[in-house]
């Protein structure tokens, strides 16, 4: 498994706006949304650093003793992200 994303490291969060629809991004992973074929462009940007998006989806309830599953897909699509950006 690999190691956690540090909590002071910048989490970059996209909205991107393509034919079928919005869809959200996480680093350039897509979290949620279709995939926009054929392109499309970046509605909106944030950054945010990891500690303070752990918080958040705690606080939603993401994030808890009973949602260790979703932890560990979280930081791993974090993870899978970073990885496809140092290899491409």
Same mark, same amino acid.
């Given at each position: 498994m690999k190691k956690p994303?540090?909590?002071? @490291?910048?989490?970059?969060?996209?909205?991107?706006? %393509?034919?079928? &629809? $919005?869809?959200?991004?996480?680093?350039?992973?897509r979290f949620a949304g279709n995939k926009p074929w054929g392109g499309g462009h970046i509605y909106h940007t944030w950054k945010i650093?990891?500690? @303070?998006?752990?918080?958040?989806?705690?606080?939603? %309830?993401?994030? &808890? $003793?009973?949602?260790?599953?979703?932890?560990r897909q979280i930081r791993m699509a974090i993870d899978a992200a970073r990885e496809g950006e140092k290899e491409g």
């Open positions: 994303v540090p909590d002071n @490291e910048i989490i970059r969060i996209d909205v991107v706006s %393509g034919v079928e &629809g $919005p869809s959200l991004y996480f680093d350039q992973y650093s990891a500690g @303070e998006l752990r918080a958040s989806l705690r606080h939603i %309830g993401i994030l &808890g $003793p009973l949602h260790q599953k979703n932890r």
